[in-house]
């Protein structure tokens, strides 16, 4: 049929129904065919069509199969068809509603303009009226199955990439209705599109995962993944839901996720995914992972008998699966995030020797080496706070190795595990730096990674903890210096973190009286006044004001007047009459009482 067939017969009322009817099986056996008849006289004629109780069937049927083609739905979009395919929506005939649901759904497949038009007209408050009308709760029959999937996956189509779109489905409150629909619905893929409609409207921030737990929508969702365990497309549309950061932020959600089994299910699924590339087993991994960050959940989850998680890990561990070598390793940090649970790990032999494996594997590709070598330092680092660590200290060489490389996360989970390691460990910290010129190494890492947060956090940390550790150093030159100074000041300034500027200036305090004359005048000429001064105001956390009290004192000989030393004497002054910080007052009345603030 050539196109200008097409045109004279469209305008001959006696034969369209023939004539559609002929057009239908064209495009419906080759869509190609239908990009090759279609121009603006026959999408007007259709758009015309719509609107005839006798017609508008086959016209939206025709619509349908045309817009599958990228082409077609372009020229639709612009010749205006979307408005009268809406307005179809509204009809009592499930025949036309089908027909212009499929219709709208293919035109909007990866047309932004396509989805705009259909909230403009209305349409997305059309589907959700749909949905409500034929009430999910009922049993339904085959037609009205069939009308349960095209309008929840026209629904579907539109919804997806779009911001405007959900939300409007949100404000007409089609969140509750679409788990209702997953509660009855027996239809795979109306669930499929339910479920990603909903992963969509959780991407709405935390006042929609609160509607969802309001709802029950872990135990509803958990229950699909339990009905339908060997189907990719579900599962997969589950694990998207329980893997939105919105939803996994939220320690109740964690808590649902356990209570309805979700842990084993997912290790199921961990366990019996073949394939490499699937990527429903990465995003299992990863949901687990965050589970198990909850403590609680970690504490249950270790009792649990029947989960097994530890020898599951293991296994992973050992496994040929790279990326599972480090779902393994972290899952076993975050089991050793208790003191007994660690103790408990470190009897097992196989764990450490298993993590120490994997640090010497011959990873495929550099990515994948150091996101797993990342895991498993990490999870040593949590094995290492453990007060009976001594089961670590043969694999202490291979730790250092890693302060020496060039990947920042390797360096700085290295030293955040020496740092551990060397709580309360005199003998072994003197030797560690004599070894190795390790601050040497701590002060370079610094310089070349400046902007990697967590060692700059991490290297003052461990400096501090070197310098307290008991009985001290004698030589303590080699901790502070020139070079060393400006590092451990700066964990002074985190005001974010009360904790890491208690470290530090607890480090100072210590230090101080084992300072030489020339040590001490570097200290001054690194802004330790500024960095007191920055600690004396009125938001400051009450241990760190006293600390950096504590170290003006034992400086304050060795300083001479200038204008950091007016701001302090106000505070001095300040502080001396402040009835609601007893010890910074006793302290500052005193300090204000010598030079050179007197």
Known sequence: MTEADSNQLLRRPSIIDQHLASLL???????????????????????????????????????????????NRMAMV????????????????????RQACRALGN???????????????????????????????RRTSEAENSLHYVICGSLHTISMDND?????????????????????????????????????YLDHGKEIVDIGINLNLVPVVANILKDNAEDDDVR???????????????????????????????????????DETNNIQRIASEILVVILAHDGIAQLVFEDSSLCLVDEALGWMRGHQEFLKGTGALIIGNLATSDLRCEALLKDAKILETLFDILNYDFSDEESMNKVKYAVLSAVKNLCISKKKTQILPYLDTIISYVYSEDAMLVFKSTGCLRC????????????????????????????????????????????????????????????????????????????????QVEGWIALQKALPLLDTATKEELLNCEILQCIEGCLGDGTNPNVRILALE?????????????????????????SLCDSDLPAQKLAT????QPPFY
């Open 551 to 575: 170290v003006l004192r034992s400086l304050r000989q060795d300083l001479s007047k200038d204008e950091v030393c007016d701001k302090i004497a106000n505070h001095l002054s300040r502080l």
């Open 107 to 137: 035109m909007c497949f990866e047309s932004q303009t396509g989805r705009q038009i259909v909230l403009e007209e209305g349409g997305i408050e059309m589907l959700v009226l749909k949905l409500h009308q034929m009430k999910p709760e």
């Open 590 to 593: 005193m300090i204000k009482q």
């Open 25 to 71: 099986q064209t495009v419906s056996i080759e869509v190609e065919a239908g990009a090759q008849i279609l121009n603006d006289t026959i999408l007007t004629k259709l758009a015309e069509l719509l609107t005839s109780d006798k017609n508008a069937v086959k016209a939206a049927e025709i619509l349908a199969e045309m817009a599958k083609s990228e082409e």
């Open 78 to 97: 612009q010749k205006k068809v979307i408005p009268p395919l809406v307005r179809l929506l509204n009809s009592d005939n499930p025949d036309k509603v």
């Open 236 to 274: 997969e549309a589950v694990l998207d839901i329980f893997n939105n950061y919105n939803m996994l932020e939220e320690p109740l959600i964690q808590m649902q996720l356990y209570q309805a089994g979700v842990v084993s299910h997912i290790v199921h699924i961990i366990n019996t995914t073949l």
């Open 421 to 500: 390691i060397m709580r309360g460990e005199a003998n072994l910290a003197t030797e560690l730096l004599h070894r190795h010129n390790f601050t040497a190494r701590l002060v370079e890492v610094v310089e070349k990674f400046p902007y990697h947060a967590g060692l700059q956090g991490e290297i003052p940390r461990f400096l501090c903890n070197l310098i307290v550790i008991p009985p001290q150093i004698k030589d303590i030159s080699s901790l502070v210096n020139s070079k060393t100074i400006p590092i451990i000041l700066n964990l002074t300034k985190t005001k974010e973190y009360s904790n890491l």
């Open 164 to 200: 405007e779109v959900q939300r409007e489905g949100i404000r007409l409150e089609a969140f509750p209705l679409l788990l209702q629909y997953l509660k009855f619905s027996t239809d795979s893929t109306v669930i499929r599109f339910c479920l990603n409609i909903i992963s969509c």
